[in-house]
């Protein structure tokens, strides 16, 4: 019986009940993981390969050589935290084996960040600009996890040559160009469009976003933290 017939044959049997003959497996995710929505991240994976970022299938904290970009994650922390984590993990993922987990607590200063950042540094360990002018935003799949019941409510945004403290612009740095996200401990699929993103005035100098001297996508809690990130992508 065709899927359709069978959908048909039970609402006009008007059973509260029906076996059909196709059906959708349960996801399985393992303890303490975020949820994973039906056919979720799998509906974007054909995307074209030079908009992924990263994946986190690598197993490592560098970015795949892709689109020009060839960069890494860093973790950077105000010293004071009782815990801090950042790194590639096979505990939980959104799509394929491996995601990003950023969890943290006991701050007392600014707290931690973690930054993808697109292109390898100098020799002198300056920032190298990455042109991102083709693209209009950023997307990700992201949860929380732990203990948090959720919605918690997180910074993230890009930084550029003009506010990255090794950008060699900025003489107040890090006022980076952001936005809140509200994660959930269900993985979510999030879009963020750099017309949307702002500086919150602290920095100096404060100038409209450079696409074209684009350093890094920027995770940066302003609170005790458990989230995870997977499949962070340009979009068009």
Same mark, same amino acid.
């Given at each position: 019986m065709s899927l359709a017939r069978c959908t048909a044959r039970c609402l006009a049997l008007s059973l509260a009940l029906c076996a059909c003959e196709q059906s959708v497996a349960p996801i399985q995710v393992g303890s303490g993981c975020p949820e +994973?929505?039906? &056919? *979720?991240p799998n509906q974007w994976a054909s995307n074209p390969d030079a908009r992924l970022i990263d994946d986190f299938e690598r197993g490592d904290l560098s970015l795949p050589r892709i689109g020009g970009r060839d960069g890494y994650w860093v973790l950077g =922390? =105000? *010293?004071t935290f009782q815990s801090l984590r950042a790194d590639n993990s096979?505990? %939980?993922a959104a799509r394929g084996s491996r995601a990003g987990h950023f969890t943290g607590n006991g701050f007392s200063d600014w707290g931690a960040n973690w930054t993808a950042v697109l292109q390898n540094t100098t020799v002198d360990d300056n920032a190298v600009g990455y042109d991102a002018s083709a693209y209009s935003g950023l997307s990700f799949w992201a949860a929380v996890g732990g203990k948090n019941a959720g919605p918690v409510s997180v910074? #993230? *945004?890009? !930084? !550029? /040559? =003009? #506010?990255?403290?090794i950008g060699g612009v900025c003489t107040t %740095?890090? =006022?980076?160009? &952001?936005t809140l996200v509200w994660l959930t401990p269900t993985w +979510?699929? /999030?879009l963020i469009r750099f017309a949307d993103l702002a500086q919150n005035g602290t920095g100096a100098p404060l100038v409209p976003l450079r696409l074209d001297q684009m350093v890094g996508f920027i995770v940066w809690p302003d609170q005790d933290f458990d989230v995870w990130f997977d499949d962070l992508r340009f979009e068009p």
């Open positions: +994973q929505p039906e &056919r *979720g =922390d =105000d *010293g096979a505990e %939980c910074p #993230v *945004g890009v !930084t !550029t /040559l =003009d #506010v990255a403290w %740095c890090m =006022d980076y160009y &952001r +979510q699929r /999030l």
